[in-house]
């Protein structure tokens, strides 16, 4: 087995999810970034060497069973266990998103992708992951998943444009995120989502105000908690997210 730290990032050959890569390839772990296209994931793991990370390609869709399958045994051939999971592929569904006039698929491959995708992926690693030491999971979410701030509640600034595919997948996906921790209190295996703020990226035509490299930080800070750490909690850089 590796005596590196050994991490997967998911959609990691772009965006906020290549960022966390390369943070966590700073410190000297090994990185497996995980991708569904062969051009983009090669791209990405070459970039990522070439400035010294240990980066490896996982080939990974994460609306596909057996890729997913394919990826734990990619990661088990070469490590032998996985120390940290980070969830970060995801889509919009494109906007906008009124609730009155939206396409049911849109809901459902939203869904697929930032929950079902994220549950998916996490039930295939889980195996690898209770093999480490100190094993983490960090599932990238938003704060316009949370209700509270959805809501415009308890004094928060209501957060992002009405969108009944994306933030609704967000609020399911740190429900999903808190009934893990609770499946999983009692084990080493700390779970917890990051917001990353708004980031220029592709997701939301550029238009983010912070870097991939800002917002990938929660996300770095979330993969390296000490054994003590919170779980089943929502971050920001700033602290704690209301639900
Ligand atoms: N940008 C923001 O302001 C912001 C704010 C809050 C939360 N987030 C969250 O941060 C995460 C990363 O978003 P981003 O802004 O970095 O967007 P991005 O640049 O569009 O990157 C999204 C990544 O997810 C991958 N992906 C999408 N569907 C996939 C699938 N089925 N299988 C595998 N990979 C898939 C994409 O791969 P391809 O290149 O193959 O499409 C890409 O690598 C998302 O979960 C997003 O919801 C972003």
Redesign the pocket.
């Known amino acids: 087995m590796s005596q590196r730290t050994i991490a997967l990032v998911?959609?990691?050959?772009?965006?906020?999810?290549?960022?966390i890569a390369a943070g966590l390839g700073a410190l000297g772990w090994s990185v497996g970034v995980?991708?569904?296209?062969d051009q983009?994931r090669t791209d990405a793991v070459e970039k990522l060497r070439a400035t010294g990370v240990d980066a490896f390609g996982v080939p990974?869709?994460?609306?596909?069973d057996a890729?997913a399958t394919a990826a734990a045994r990619l990661i088990e051939e070469r490590a032998g266990r996985l120390d940290v999971l980070v969830?970060?592929?995801?889509?919009?569904g494109g906007m906008p998103q009124e609730p009155s006039r939206v396409d049911p698929a849109t809901i459902r491959a939203v869904v697929?992708?930032?929950v079902i995708?994220v549950i998916r992926v996490t039930n295939a690693m889980l195996p690898l992951l209770r093999r480490s030491a100190s094993p983490r999971i960090v599932n990238?979410?938003?704060?316009?998943g949370s209700l509270t701030r959805q809501s415009g509640v308890a004094g928060e600034q209501t957060t992002g444009p009405v969108a009944v595919a994306?933030a609704p997948?967000?609020t399911f996906l740190n429900a999903v995120t808190v009934q893990y921790a609770r499946e999983l209190s009692g084990t080493n295996i700390l779970i917890n989502v990051g917001?990353?703020?708004?980031?220029?990226?592709?997701?939301?035509g550029f238009r983010?105000v912070?870097t991939?490299g800002q917002?990938a930080a929660i996300a770095v800070k979330l993969a390296t908690l000490p054994d003590d750490g919170p779980t089943g909690k929502f971050f920001e850089d700033a602290g704690e997210v209301p639900w």
């Open positions: 998911t959609g990691a050959n772009k965006g906020i999810g290549y960022e995980g991708a569904r296209d983009r990974l869709d994460v609306t596909d890729s969830n970060n592929a995801g889509i919009t697929e992708t930032n995708g990238t979410s938003s704060s316009v994306y997948s967000k917001c990353p703020g708004f980031v220029a990226t592709d997701l939301n983010g912070r991939p917002g």
